[in-house]
T-cell receptor
Framework: EPEVTQTPSHQVTQMGQEVILRCVPI?????FYWYRQILGQKVEFLVS????????KSEIFDDQFSVERPDGSNFTLKIRSTKLEDSAMYFC?????????????FGDGTRLSIL | AQSVAQPEDQVNVAEGNPLTVKCTYS??????LFWYVQYPNRGLQFLLK??????LVKGSYGFEAEFNKSQTSFHLKKPSALVSDSALYFC??????????????FGAGTRLFVKA
């Protein structure tokens, strides 16, 4: 079964540095998402992306964050000038085309540790 | 505004006993409802969904869920729990008008412990 893949599985970065988290969604999916989960708790929505633009974003997704789909396969989340509180698991998800009834498919996440 | 609540942080059940993980929702109109499971160091995996029709929906790994419109609930159930069912379970709700699925709302999660 096709999967969403995320790299790296664990990223350690110094506070203030930039980090890029990478995701390869399922190939025929059209909707892409980033979520964050702190300490195995609530899954927090960050941003959704469709047709090469951001569709929705939460209040968490401030100017520090950006997303990009540079080459039609990868979907990246960039965090500029990381802060200690950015330490979390970051999950990418994708979903097939039309209709609100289809579930999202999640990758296994990138654990981001800010030192 | 849409919301979903999972009133129990943790559910403990003995292996072989039935389990229930509770979920209630608030959304205008008829919601789309989902259950996901998360095993340690893994992403969320889709278990089942309610879109329309029969209030009892069946999903993966022997799980089922019952949609109750009057109680605005969508509780996850399994007749006989396994130790391997121990995981974190998330309920999610989506407005059918939101065809992009941009506003899927996840509950806070319920940790299920199944004791041998």
């Amino acid at each position: 079964e096709p999967e969403v893949t995320q790299t790296p599985s664990h990223q350690v970065t110094q506070m203030g540095q930039e980090v890029i988290l990478r995701c390869v969604p399922i190939s025929n999916h059209l909707y892409f998402y980033w979520y964050r989960q702190i300490l195995g708790q609530k899954v927090e929505f960050l941003v959704s992306f469709y047709n090469n633009e951001i569709s929705e974003k939460s209040e968490i997704f401030d100017d520090q964050f950006s997303v990009e789909r540079p080459d039609g396969s990868n979907f990246t989340l960039k965090i500029r000038s990381t802060k200690l509180e950015d330490s979390a698991m970051y999950f990418c998800a994708s979903r097939e085309g039309t209709g609100a009834s289809q579930p999202q498919h999640f990758g296994d996440g990138t654990r981001l540790s800010i030192l | 505004a849409q919301s979903v609540a999972q009133p129990e942080d943790q559910v403990n059940v003995a292996e072989g006993n039935p389990l229930t993980v509770k979920c209630t929702y608030s959304v205008s109109g008829n919601p789309y409802l989902f259950w996901y499971v998360q095993y340690p160091n893994r992403g969320l995996q889709f278990l089942l969904k309610y879109i329309t029709g029969d209030n009892l929906v069946k999903g993966s790994y022997g799980f089922e869920a019952e949609f109750n419109k009057s109680q605005t609930s969508f509780h996850l159930k399994k007749p006989s729990a396994l130790v391997s069912d121990s995981a974190l379970y998330f309920c999610a709700v989506r407005d059918p008008e939101d065809t992009g699925g941009f506003k899927t709302i996840f509950g806070a999660g319920t940790r299920l412990f199944v004791k041998a």
